[in-house]
């Protein structure tokens, strides 16, 4: 449906609702009240910023790239536009000129919604502390029952940044007696560690 049409209808049922606002009723009608209004919160929101020039998104991505100057250096900025546009990410000598950028491609191609996320992911990988794998047993142990605490893109960072080497999952899994983890494949290991953690952490936690 497009915009012209859909103004149509939404004035055609704003009059009926207008008019017969008194004769209704119901819990099932109440329940469509609600999802709806917060339905229109949403759209009015990316109407707003569609009548302002920009995209869904592209306001919140400008206040990520100002408030985190000195972690979203050149380079960074670089690796971010590529994610977000591919191959032909907008390119600039310059960190400031590189966020107009992006800013701007953003909006222009609607991609902000997918940038803010792939900033937000930067942000917070870059904001974790570089601390050193644990090696003694008792470490490892309660390393197991950490990862074991994690929500499924943590532990899938965690799998993909710190524990990426095979030979320190196959460790992991032994501090933590894992069945026939020495034979298992790199994917097999880390759903194996997953699956057994999450029951550690669960049982400790009750």
Known sequence: MNPPAL?????????????????????????????????????????QAAVGGHGPGVQEL?????????L????ALRAIAKDVFGADAPKA???P?????ILQEAARRH?????????????????TPKTSLPKEEAALLREFLRL??????AFKREMSGRWKKVSDLKRLAKANKLPG????????LIREIKKVSRRAHANVAD
């Open 111 to 127: 991609r902000g919604e997918v940038a803010v996320k792939v900033v937000r992911a930067f942000l917070e990988k870059a904001n």
């Open 181 to 188: 983890a020495k034979s298992l494949a790199k994917a097999d």
């Open 62 to 70: 400008g206040l990520l790239l100002k408030a985190n100057a000195k």
């Open 7 to 47: 103004a149509a209808r939404l004035h055609e049922l704003a009059q009926q609702l207008e008019k017969q606002s008194s004769r209704l009723q119901g819990v099932a009608l109440g329940k469509s009240v609600n999802t709806l209004h917060k339905q229109l919160d949403s759209f009015e929101k990316k109407l």
């Open 93 to 95: 000598a310059k960190a």
């Open 97 to 101: 000129l590189l966020k107009k950028a």
């Open 148 to 153: 074991g605490g994690l929500d499924d893109e």
């Open 72 to 75: 979203l250096t050149l380079s």
